[in-house]
């Protein structure tokens, strides 16, 4: 069995029109770095501008790539059984992802709020209507890590005893430089991790082009978790050193990545220990959404 912890169906951001018929990934710069396992010959830590740039456009593309159909015909190929499907309000909703995902198991939806008339009535919904977790994704959303917002929501969330997603590291969405990037680095989660320690906590991309961040946060804290998407082999192998064989899960982010490149690495960093492959690609995530 292997499941994907990480991956979208459609998420129209500002400048992303859905495009479902588009098949092929762009050639550019993330294409490079998937197949190149994640390992950045070029520089350290965030890219410099002009590659920036060229990021934000080619992933702009593959944001538009993402739909239902689709989604399950790359699950297929890439040998998938299952991927958790996570919205991110107001650009999608719990409520679209439960109705794609009515009727089709290979599917996990999860929900998403944002500040707004009736969020809390919304999520509970959500959450009783079939979604196992809830994704939080402050770059997005234009909310600070540490705004009381994200702390009431985890306040009404934290009863069902499902997993938080959050989307972490710098990331810039659009081509024109963003300012709201700051909000996905990872050490300004560690206020609602500690306010919140009965609540999973999974760090998305592992805090992407900083990882040594979320590994540390998953050192000091039991409730942390960490997604392998974007990460190289060297990475995906510390942190588990780091977590331990049970707060590590496969994920690859798709459409933003293709799963099989991120597959192959949750594979290798297993080192042929099947009880370990078995954790990482499947029943770490499966333990927390049962
Ligand atoms: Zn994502």
Redesign the pocket.
């Known amino acids: 069995m292997i499941v994907d912890a ?1 991956s ?1 169906l459609e998420l129209p951001i500002p400048g992303v029109i859905p495009r479902p018929e588009r098949r092929r990934e762009p050639l550019g710069l993330m294409y490079t770095y998937q197949v190149l396992g994640f390992r950045n010959p070029l520089w350290r830590g965030a890219p410099p501008e002009w590659a920036r740039v060229l990021i934000s456009a080619e992933n702009q593309l593959r944001l538009s790539m993402g739909s239902k159909k689709h989604l399950l015909e790359r699950m297929d190929r890439a040998g998938i059984d299952r991927s958790v499907v ?1 919205p991110v309000a107001p650009f999608s909703t719990g409520s679209d992802y439960l109705e794609q995902c009515a009727g089709e198991e290979r599917l996990i939806p999860f929900t998403t709020s944002c500040p707004g008339d009736g969020w809390e009535g919304k999520l509970h919904r959500d959450m009783k209507g079939g979604c196992r977790g809830l994704k939080i994704h402050p770059i997005l959303q234009r909310i600070p890590p540490e705004d009381a917002f994200y702390f009431d929501l985890l306040e009404a969330f934290r009863g069902y005893g499902r997993p938080v997603i959050a ?1 972490t590291g710098e990331f810039h969405y659009f081509v024109t430089p963003d300012p709201c990037s700051a909000y996905g680095d990872t050490a300004r989660f560690e206020g609602l991790i500690t306010a919140f320690p009965d609540v999973p906590f999974i760090l ?1 991309h592992s805090g992407l082009y900083f990882p040594d961040k979320a590994i540390e946060l998953a050192r000091r804290h039991d409730s942390v978790y960490l997604d392998t998407s974007f990460q190289p082999l060297r990475v995906v192998r510390e942190a588990l050193r780091a977590a331990g064989e049970d707060r590590v899960l496969f994920g690859s ?1 798709w459409p ?1 990545s293709n799963q099989r490149f991120a597959l192959g690495i949750a594979r290798k960093a297993a080192r042929g220990d099947r009880g370990l492959e078995e954790k990482l690609l499947s029943g770490n995530i499966l333990a927390l959404v049962p």
Do not use: A, M, P, T
């Open positions: 990480h979208h996570l989307h998305g982010d933003e």
